[in-house]
């Protein structure tokens, strides 16, 4: 079973012409990683399994199979180094071309203003709450739930993009960390790939109902302006299971559902995500 894991696996990284002239066991010491990879990409890789893998100075987790995986950032101008130590010792390395995207401005106006400029007391509170946050990305379970084609988790136009420079009230802020998807309040939100829920709260101060559900090696989805959570902290959810509904709570203007994606504290685009074949 196995081997026909890797098989399938490979086909999707290499050309077909080149997965046709190869047998199993070359393909376990073949080294494979994409040319170029767009800004807020999810990287797949395939190393011999049993390397050891490091990338910005952090060592990646290896699967049974050799799969690898990372994600480059919104302003990550490339290239990318990737060094691999093969089990036998010798050293290997990959570069990975960046190709840079455009980033227009999109305007959200009447947002709650206290949102935009909260007072101190409220600004403590978002730093704590962004904190609990920031801890659950930070797990690294050795599941390997990112490697299946991801799904939509609700089906709606898309109302704000990954990486748009986003100007609130009239007041510019940090780029988009996600994608929007504009839904009726109270839609069922489906979990996109398997995973384990590792954070839920019915009420942050900026981005409401909050749920994070973690795909193995860092790579992780987060649900916010939930109106409802349907699962708890510890679940673990397969791909399609209803996970919670859409609503307006934080800092909306009306209900759509926010997907991010993260590779521990790098965005991603999910949209890219879901194109990946």
Known sequence: MRKVF??????????????????????????????????????????????TVRYAGRDLRVSGYGTVVFGVGR??????????????????????????????????????????????????????????VTAARARDDDRTDFAKPFVWPVQGRISGRFGNARVYNGQPGAGHSGMDIAAPAGTPVKAPAAGVVTFAAPDLYLTGGTLL??????????FLHLSR??????????????????????????????????????????????ERK
């Open 75 to 132: 302003d990550e101008p490339g290239p990318l180094e990737v060094e691999i130590k093969r089990p036998d010792g010798i050293r290997d390395a990959a570069q990975i071309a960046v190709t840079p995207r455009e980033w227009p401005q999109e305007q959200v106006d009447g947002v709650p203003p206290k949102t935009v400029n909260p007072p101190p007391a409220i600004a403590e509170r978002i730093k704590r709450e962004q904190a609990l």
């Open 213 to 222: 559900l973690d795909h193995g090696f860092g790579v992780s989805s987060n």
């Open 6 to 51: 890797a098989l399938l696996l490979w086909s999707a990284l290499l050309p077909a012409s080149v997965f046709a002239q190869q047998n199993s066991s070359s393909l376990d010491t073949k080294i494979v990683f994409p040319a170029s990879v767009p800004q807020g990409g999810l990287v797949l890789g395939k190393v011999p399994p049993g390397s």
């Open 229 to 274: 959570i349907d699962v708890k902290v510890g679940d673990r959810v397969e791909q399609g299971q209803v996970i919670a509904a859409v609503g307006a709570t934080g800092r909306a203007t009306g209900p759509h559902l926010h997907w991010g994606m993260n590779w521990f504290d790098v965005r991603i685009d999910p949209l890219l995500v879901l």
